[in-house]
């Protein structure tokens, strides 16, 4: 199955994503995780894109179509892939149509997570990570035993500066913005599978899998 992940930042997308990938076999393209990649590197486009990151904003439509090719063309996602991350606008979904179509393939199902803009403030302001190795903990759900420091490897826990409230007001403020048309134009297609994001995961991730099930 070849599908996408939609939902504002803090909704549970990753966690759907694990399990999605682990019962349908399928790789997982996270434009997050390979932009983080690219700024711990440092490389060209690592720095580019953590400018746009840090303040919020969407990075641009070229670059992040050109990795998104890339990536699809390689041979782990010629029977599926779930695409979490991308696309976030219309002119992204139809760049992806006319890659997919060149290439005799096509989205068979958009899953699509919704969340109160409120809760996810809370969710994201509240987040801290571990500087060495990553760990993530939240200042009301999952604290470490010791507020500095992480329960794995001793480093130190801090805020990543897109966390703070104010970035995460600008990022879903964005992602409305630009996502909606989005939304109407997987709908409008038939598409579209929206699920409540504020109930208990395995309650959501049941209702994901008969949707699922349903467009095989």
């Known amino acids: 199955m070849n599908l996408i992940l939609l939902g504002p930042p803090g909704a549970g997308k990753g966690t759907q994503a694990e399990l999605i990938v682990e019962k349908y076999k399928l790789p997982h393209i996270s434009t997050g995780d390979i932009f983080r990649a690219a700024i711990k590197e440092g490389t060209p486009l690592g720095k580019e894109a953590k400018q746009y990151i840090d303040s919020g904003q969407l990075v641009p439509d070229e670059v992040v179509i050109g990795i998104v090719k890339e990536r699809l063309s390689k041979e782990d996602c010629q029977k ?105 134009y997987y709908q409008e297609k038939g598409l579209l599978a929206t699920f409540e994001g504020q109930e208990e995961i395995p309650v959501i991730f049941e209702k994901i899998s008969q949707a699922l099930e349903a467009k095989r």
């Open 80 to 184: 599926g892939f779930l695409l979490d991350g991308f696309p976030r606008t219309v002119a992204q979904a139809d760049a992806l149509a006319g890659y997919l179509t060149a290439e005799n393939r096509q989205i068979d199902a958009v899953v699509n997570i919704e969340v109160d803009f409120e809760i996810l403030i809370k969710r994201i302001s509240g987040r801290r990570v571990c500087r060495n190795c990553a760990a993530v903990y939240h200042i009301e759900t999952k604290k470490p035993k010791n507020a500095a420091v992480c329960d794995h490897c001793n480093g130190e826990i801090y805020q990543r500066l897109d966390d703070s409230a104010e970035t995460v007001k600008n990022r879903l403020s964005v992602y409305q913005a630009q996502t909606e048309p989005l939304i109407k």
